[in-house]
């Protein structure tokens, strides 16, 4: 059996096409929208909607961490547009039905942080499986997904333009963890939280991580966990136990997926 697997596509719609190609099934965990492209000031919804000079301040704020100056700056992007809800989900619907049609037969996913959930059905086919806090056998193992990230303790979820993060209460997150059961190959998006996982190199802060994944790790020890969201990780593998934990890599730069064989 050969599954390929892929997370933080971001719009890379051409390399998804691909990412089957040779393999008995595809999983994908999740950020399939490009929301802002930081290595493509003009890709990505925000480079669409205003072009690549008003992103390029955009990401600079964000680089510098000048959260207040940020927050007011996207506030007034929005507030130039008539209508920045129908902007967004025009741009978010333009995104997903190039990248569903791009998926392979059979596909298994889970939504990332930057994904819109509810809008996945109305572009996944017969050949597409969704699960968040399910579990799937492929192959005679089973796969166990969660996806979305976690919202911080006290914190909100911020409006951009009509569109809002998929961040969920830990509470709920782990309820999602919960529900795995005997699950052979752990697929989240997020990684376990274990700092040498959650750290980014490049951004120089820890992203967010799960207790929960953790926690399930030790009990069930299954044979891997895999997930994405952290782009430039200090560690992209480690192990707990007898379970090989894996970053399977930033797929709109890398367009290489990760592949298990068993």
């Known amino acids: 059996m050969r ?122 086919g017969d050949h597409l499986t969704i699960l968040d806090g399910d579990v799937a056998e492929i192959g005679g193992l089973r796969f166990g997904f969660v996806g979305g990230s976690i919202l911080a303790p006290g914190g909100r979820i911020r409006r951009t333009g009509a569109w809002f993060p998929y961040l969920r209460p830990e509470e709920d997150f782990n309820a999602r963890v919960g529900k795995l059961t005997d699950v052979d190959v752990l697929c989240s998006h997020i990684p376990p939280a274990v700092p040498e996982l959650t750290y980014d190199v490049v951004a120089r802060r820890s992203e967010p991580g799960s207790r929960a994944l953790v926690e399930l790790i030790k009990e069930q020890r299954p044979r891997w966990s895999l997930f994405g969201h952290v782009h430039q990780p200090l560690s992209a593998r480690i192990r707990i136990g007898m379970t090989g934990c894996i970053n399977v890599g930033h797929f709109q730069r890398t367009q290489v997926p990760h592949v298990l064989t068993w």
């Open 3 to 124: 599954v390929h697997v892929v997370s933080d596509v971001h719009g890379n719609s051409d390399a998804l096409a691909r990412a089957g190609d040779g393999a008995d099934a595809l999983v994908v965990l999740g950020d399939l929208i490009d929301f802002v492209d930081y290595h493509d000031h003009s890709g990505g919804i925000l480079g669409a909607v205003f072009g690549p000079e008003k992103v390029g301040r955009f990401a600079q704020l964000r680089r510098n961490r000048q959260h207040a100056e940020l927050a007011a700056y996207a506030r007034t992007l929005w507030e130039s547009l008539d209508n920045a809800a129908d902007t967004v989900q025009e741009a978010l619907r333009e995104q997903y039905e190039r990248l569903f049609q791009a998926m392979s037969a059979p596909t298994y996913a889970t939504p990332g942080n930057v994904d819109v959930p509810e809008l996945w059905t109305e572009f996944a």
